[in-house]
């Protein structure tokens, strides 16, 4: 089936130590995403990708990087993780599209 | 500001019983509408969209949502809630300026009650 796939799905970093997150998709989507999501609020959008075109939220920190090699796989890199990067990270893709395809996320912990 | 709110952070309803998530939007024109469900730990399932035509949609897991533009909402039913419906419930809107971009409401909560 195609899908989104994450991983891992849960990582542990220390606190200033860099963490590169992973997505792939077989859907051949031209849109992919990131979210921050933290407990119980709505996920929170860092960055997205149309085609190789970066778009960046204006309020994403500079901590939070991105790199998309090719249509498949897309990299979410935290820099210098602190304490209130901890969060599930969710990948999204779509095709010329609002309707968006999620994986199942990575839980950060930053200890 | 193009806004989406979900005013009950947190709903409990009988097993059984029916259910009305609220979603209401502020945007000038129709934009695309959205019901996203997400189990603890999970990523987001899309339950069911809008996009034009008949108001009153299907979705999966028997869930409806029916827009109405006089009201700006876009709310959420299931006739019979079963205890694997608990789970947060996001309703999103998708502004046709936006560049592909979803308004995300903060979330409902749906405890079930045996």
């Known amino acids: 089936d195609a899908m989104v796939i994450q991983n891992p799905r849960y990582q542990v970093t220390q606190f200033g130590k860099p963490v590169t997150l992973s997505c792939s998709q077989t859907l051949n989507h031209n849109v992919m995403y990131w979210y921050q999501q933290k407990s119980s609020q709505a996920p929170k959008l860092l960055f997205h990708y149309y085609d190789k075109d970066f778009n960046n939220e204006a309020d994403t920190p500079d901590n939070f990087q991105s790199r998309r090699p090719n249509t498949s796989f897309c990299f979410l890199d935290i820099r210098s993780p602190g304490l209130g990067d901890a969060a599930m990270y969710l990948c999204a893709t779509s095709t010329d599209s609002y309707e968006q395809y999620f994986g199942p996320g990575t839980r950060l912990t930053v200890t | 500001a193009q806004s989406v709110t979900q005013p009950d952070i947190h709903i409990t309803v009988s097993e059984g019983a029916s259910l009305e998530l609220r979603c209401n939007y502020s945007y000038g024109a129709t934009p695309y509408l959205f019901w996203y469900v997400q189990s603890p730990g999970q990523g987001l399932q899309l339950l069911l969209k809008y996009f034009s035509g008949d108001t009153l949609v299907q979705g999966i897991k028997g869930f409806e949502a029916e827009f109405k533009r006089s009201q700006s909402s876009f709310n959420l039913r299931k006739p019979s809630v079963h205890w694997s419906d608990a789970a947060e419930y996001f309703c999103?809107?998708?502004?046709?300026?936006?560049?592909?971009?979803?308004?995300w409401g903060a979330g409902t909560k749906l405890i079930i009650k045996p």
């Open positions: 999103a809107v998708g502004p046709p300026d936006s560049n592909y971009q979803l308004i």
